[in-house]
C-alpha cells in the first residue's frame, strides 16, 4: 500500500472531517490551513496539492508570483487524538512548497521553502559525502498561567549593577505561573531543575503532553522540570533525519500549546521571557552514519580514541566552531535570544569544544562507551528559531568542516565561566555574538551558510531581521523610563 492510500484509509478510519496543512514560514512560524478530508480522500487533493497566496507568508513571494502550490508529504499524516467532536476531528500534515503549475508534474520547488529546498537539499549534499546526519534536539520552554503584555509587573528595587536589590529578586516581568501563584511552595529562581510535585506543579501537564505527542508519532524519552522556576519545562524526542526532525519539532510545539490551552496555560517558546533566571534553549545532539537505518556504521566513533571520538567527528565540530557566528543569526534569530546568551546563565557564549563540558558551544557527551551514544551537542541554538533552517545550517557547516578538514584543535578541559579575559585569549576561545545585528553581519560574511541557505532565503531572511532588529532598536523600553526619567 503507498503512503498516500494509506493516508486515505487512515483518515477515513479514524472519521476525519478537517486535514490541518502544515508548513513553516521563514521566521519559523508554523504556517496551517484547513482542508476537508473528503479532498485528499475522494479528491485529487493528495496528488495535486492545494493552491494558496504566497505574498501572505512573510518572506515567500512578492505580490505579483503569489500563486503557489502546497503539496502534502502523505507519510506525516497524523490524527489529533485529543478531539473527539466528530464535527471538529481533524488531523494535521506537512507538506513542501511549489512554484506555480510545478507541483503535479514534478516541477521546481520553491527557493523559499524552509522544509522542501533548503533541508531536503543539505540533507543530499551529506547523502553525496555518504553520511546520513541525525539530530535530537533537546527543547526547553515556559508553561505560563497567564501572561498579559500590556500590565506586566516591574520590580522597580534595581542595585547599581543592575541586578536585583536583594538576595535573589523577584524577575523583572512576573507572569503569574504554576510555581509562582500564592499558596503553593515556591521555586526559588535557578533552583527548580529536576524538581518534583508538587513543587513541580507541571509533572501532569508534563505527562499528559507527553502521551498525545507519542500518538502523533514523536517518541518522547524522558521530559522533566527544567532550571528555571515559573514552569520551564523539557521533553526530548528520539534522534531523526533534518526533515523529518523539524517536523517532530512543530508536532511538539503544536502539541505542547494545545494541551496547555486545554489546562488554562500558555506554553511559550520565547527564549528569555524573565529577568534574572535561566532562559530557554534547544541543544542539538548530532552525528553522521554511513548505510541504511538499523544496519548502520557510527562516523563519529572510534573505540581507541580516549573520548571514543572520531577524527571525522572532529572536523565536524570544527566546522560548527569555524562557523558559530554565522550560525547564531539562524540558530538564536530573535532580539530576545540575546538575552539568553550572556554570561551567568549557562549560557553557551564560548566556542570551544569539550568533553562533558556544559561551558563549551560544543559538547561531547560521556554518558556511554558505545559507538552508537557518541555525538556532538551544539549548545547555541534556542526555541524561537525555525528548526529547518538551523538544522540544516548545524549541517553545512559541520559537512564544510569535514570537507577542508577544520581541526578544533585540544578540548578545553575547564569550566569556561570561570576563566578570565585574558585567560579565554591565551586559549584562543572566542565568544559569539551579543546581538542580532551582529549575528546578521556574521551571517553576511560566511558563503558556506549562505549557500545553505540559498540566495532567495538569505536575502529574506536578512532583510526580516534587519527590519525587526531596527524595530527593537527604536523602541523605548520601562528600563529606559525607570532608568532615565530623572536624568
Not at 479528491?43 to 504566497?54: A, P, R
Not at 543539505?122 to 533537546?138: I, N, S, W
Not at 535573589?168 to 504554576?178: L, T
Not at 510555581?179 to 515556591?186: A, D, I, Q, S
Request: hydrophobic share 35%.
Amino acid at each position: 500500500m503507498s503512503a498516500q492510500e494509506e493516508a486515505k484509509k487512515k483518515l477515513k478510519d479514524a472519521k476525519v472531517k478537517n486535514v490541518l496543512c502544515f508548513f513553516s514560514d521563514i521566521r519559523g512560524i508554523l504556517q496551517s490551513f484547513t482542508i476537508p478530508a473528503k479532498i485528499f480522500t475522494e479528491g485529487s487533493g493528495l496528488e495535486d496539492g492545494i493552491g494558496f497566496d504566497g505574498s501572505s507568508i512573510r518572506g515567500f513571494k512578492s505580490i505579483e508570483q503569489s500563486d503557489m502550490v502546497w503539496v502534502p508529504d502523505a507519510t506525516t499524516l497524523e490524527v489529533v487524538p485529543w478531539i473527539e467532536d466528530p464535527i471538529q476531528k481533524s488531523a494535521i500534515m506537512y507538506g513542501d512548497i511549489y512554484e506555480a503549475f510545478a507541483a503535479k508534474g514534478g516541477g521546481r520547488q520553491a527557493d523559499c521553502d524552509p522544509r522542501g529546498y533548503v533541508a531536503k537539499n543539505v540533507t543530499e549534499k551529506a547523502k553525496k559525502m555518504g553520511y546520513r546526519a541525525v539530530f535530537g534536539p533537546e527543547i526547553e520552554y515556559f508553561v505560563f498561567e497567564s501572561i498579559d503584555p500590556t500590565s506586566l509587573q516591574y520590580d522597580m528595587w534595581v542595585s547599581p549593577n543592575g541586578g536585583a536589590g536583594d538576595s535573589w529578586g523577584p524577575p523583572r516581568v512576573m507572569p503569574k505561573s504554576p510555581e509562582t501563584t500564592p499558596g503553593r511552595l515556591m521555586l526559588r529562581p535557578k533552583e527548580a531543575y529536576f524538581r518534583a510535585p508538587p513543587e513541580d506543579s507541571t509533572n501532569d501537564y508534563r505527562n499528559e503532553a507527553a502521551h498525545y505527542m507519542e500518538e502523533m508519532g514523536v517518541d518522547i524519552e524522558y521530559s522533566h522540570h527544567e532550571v528555571a522556576t515559573a514552569g520551564q519545562v523539557e521533553l526530548d524526542y528520539g534522534p531523526k533525519e533534518v526533515v523529518e526532525c523539524g517536523d517532530a519539532f512543530y508536532t511538539y510545539k503544536f502539541v505542547a500549546r494545545n494541551i496547555a490551552e486545554k489546562h488554562g496555560l500558555i506554553a511559550t517558546f520565547m527564549p528569555k521571557p524573565l529577568y534574572l533566571d535561566n532562559a530557554s534553549g534547544m541543544h542539538c545532539h548530532q552525528s553522521l552514519w554511513k548505510g541504511k537505518p538499523f544496519k548502520s556504521k557510527a562516523v563519529f566513533a572510534d573505540p581507541d580514541d580516549e573520548y571514543m571520538l572520531s577524527q571525522t567527528a572532529r572536523y565536524y565540530i570544527g566546522g560548527l566552531l569555524e562557523h558559530s557566528r554565522a550560525l547564531t543569526a539562524i540558530c538564536a534569530p530573535t532580539v530576545n535570544s540575546y538575552k539568553r546568551l550572556v554570561p551567568g546563565f549557562e549560557a553557551p557564549i564560548n566556542v570551544c569544544w569539550s568533553p562533558r563540558n556544559r561551558s563549551a558551544l560544543v559538547r561531547v557527551p560521556q554518558y556511554f562507551k558505545s559507538p552508537s551514544a557518541i555525538r556532538a551537542e551544539y549548545r547555541g541554538v534556542d526555541p524561537s528559531c525555525n528548526p529547518y533552517l538551523a538544522l540544516s545550517a548545524q549541517l553545512a557547516a559541520g559537512l564544510d568542516g569535514i570537507k577542508n578538514k577544520i581541526d578544533p584543535g585540544d578540548p578545553l578541559l575547564k569550566d569556561v565561566y570561570e576563566l578570565s579575559a585574558r585567560e579565554k585569549h591565551e586559549l584562543g576561545v572566542g565568544e559569539l555574538p551579543t546581538t542580532l545585528r551582529d549575528a546578521i553581519e556574521a551571517l553576511t560574511s560566511d558563503e558556506v551558510i549562505q549557500d545553505a541557505l540559498g540566495s532567495h532565503i538569505y536575502d529574506a531572511f536578512v532583510s526580516l531581521k534587519t527590519d525587526e532588529w531596527n524595530q527593537y532598536c527604536l523602541y523605548v523600553t520601562p528600563w529606559e523610563i525607570m532608568k532615565y526619567l530623572d536624568y
